[in-house]
């Protein structure tokens, strides 16, 4: 029998199957069944309580994977009403929100069993187009409910912080810009006042930061730093509405560097040969680079150089670990 998958493997595997269309509309009826089939096996088993509820979570994805929205939903809060009785983890707002982003992701029907006719494909894509819009008013309220939920935390709790990040992407996706700058200021705001603390652990320096560039990342993002050394320069636009799909607005430009220098000086608080310290400042330098700044790209290497006693580029940006299968890097 197939093994019940941990919750963040499942919201993880939700949005890809949904993203992708790897589960063509009710053509997985025998995946379904199979499931259902665990999940009553699962019922009559005793202490199996966390597997029962992990089934009832991946049950509801199938069902929303092939268009069967209100089983989905019912199956959903069947599996929060249980896990509530027996909370793992996971934080409940953060379970909220990762269904809410399930829902943003609009279905895309790559295949239709054979026969079926243009009209009834452009019917269902219709149909679905119009439910999808649903979706999103239902995603927004469960957002709402899981921001109402989380207030009771910690204002500067690491909980608190991640379920606001996890909202921002689903207002987003429902057209609530507004929320979604609040939610930014709010998180900018409680950011500033932890970096103004004098007495933060390197742990707590180190959350911050990355709370920091998590915030840089929702205007100007960038691949690993190894990547981002050898990608094309993006394109800076004065048009923030530019439909390049390699560019970066001024505007988002300039709010992701605050964020990203704001990172930097609590890595510079860090002792100078900590490995983070030094991955920090490899990444802003690789960032400057990829956005075409040169200046800023040699003065961040300087830096890189004080840090590490060196100029040799292979120890500035040391060459990839041999893969163990093939030997290349």
Partial sequence: MRRAKSI??????????????NLPAHADQADIARAEGELRQY???????????????????LYRENGMRSKADDTFQKFLTLWRKKPQAESEPSLMLGWASSMTVERHVFSYPNG??????????????AEHQQDLVKAAKIADDALAMASRMAPTSNEKINVIFSAIPVYESTGNKAKKQRLISELDKTLATQ?????????????????????????????????????????????????HSYSVSQQNFSAAEKYRLRAMALYDR??????DRIFAQRNLLAWYK???????????????????????????????APCPGCGRG
Avoid: I
Avoid at 8 to 21: C, F, H, P, Y
Avoid at 43 to 61: E, M
Avoid at 196 to 216: C, D, F, G, I, R
Avoid at 299 to 310: D, E, F, P, T, V
């Fill in 290 to 320: 990829l956005h075409g700044q040169t200046d800023k790209y040699n003065r961040q290497l300087c830096k890189l150089g004080a840090l590490l006693g060196s100029n040799d580029p292979n120890v500035l940006f040391p060459p990839p």
């Fill in 270 to 275: 860090l002792p100078t040969k900590d490995s």
């Fill in 116 to 129: 079926t006719s243009q009209e009834e494909m452009e019917r269902d894509q219709a149909r679905d187009h």
């Fill in 8 to 21: 963040s493997a499942l919201s993880s595997a939700l949005l890809l199957g949904v993203a992708t269309g």
């Fill in 195 to 243: 970096e103004q603390n004098p007495s933060l652990t390197a742990k707590q320096l180190k959350e911050v930061a990355a709370h920091l560039n998590s915030l840089a990342e929702l205007f100007a993002p960038m691949p690993f730093w190894r990547h981002a050394m050898n990608q094309a320069p993006v394109r800076m636009v004065s048009n923030q509405l530019s439909d």
């Fill in 43 to 61: 019922s009559r088993d005793r202490d199996l309580s966390v597997r029962y509820a992990n089934q009832l979570y991946y049950l509801a994805g």
